[in-house]
């Protein structure tokens, strides 16, 4: 997230500054690709992708939420984080360049589970390939999946041990109110809880099990729909 980057900055900024004008901005279509980090698992039964739509007449948003469709992951994120331009899913966007961001995993870094998000990863570039033209074959697709717009990273207040609620799991359905997490002390008594904020699905869970106060435990997406 450094973008436009800077000629004489860091190493990283420096790379986003030549990496910019002499890649990206020649691109047609962009896919970038991400995980939930090392204290996380998303984003739901087998990833989500994100984009950005903001509805009838943004005919670069129409093409980004088509190549997510394609990709098949079970839920979609439309304009999940707005006006964080120093993206390069930002940039490709402000060149007229449609663009997804598929999330894959997390946590799981054990070889099965390792091995299976990469090939979601694949497979989704490959299936976008075919909807693009860029492949021969038709691009097949999952016929339905969780649509929502916004979210929130929920977080805790108090230090403690996070445990998630029984029966709840990543794209679960929830309730605004609804018990989430429960944060418990050394002795297992509760000494907070994170609520879901409102209707929503669940496209983040905290695994790493201890959380200071402020860290975030779930993320929640808003006007979830399939």
Known sequence: RVYPGVEHGSLTQHMAHVYLPEVL???QYMITMHRAGLQHM???TDGMVIFEYEGDGDEVGKKSREMAKAFGCAILSKNSHPGLG???AAQARARGIPVICPEIGGTDRLPDSLDANVMHHVNGVLNVMRHLGMLSGPATSRG???EFSGDAHIRIKRDGFVLVE??????SMLKKGQKVVSVRDVFGREVDSVISPWDGVLTLIRTYSFAHGG???IEVGE???W
């Open 223 to 225: 006007n979830a729909r």
């Open 166 to 171: 029984p029966g709840i799991q990543l794209g």
């Open 144 to 146: 339905k999946w969780i």
């Open 215 to 217: 860290d975030f435990a």
């Open 42 to 44: 998303g984003y739901g």
């Open 25 to 27: 901005s020649r691109a």
């Open 86 to 88: 120093t993206t390069s």
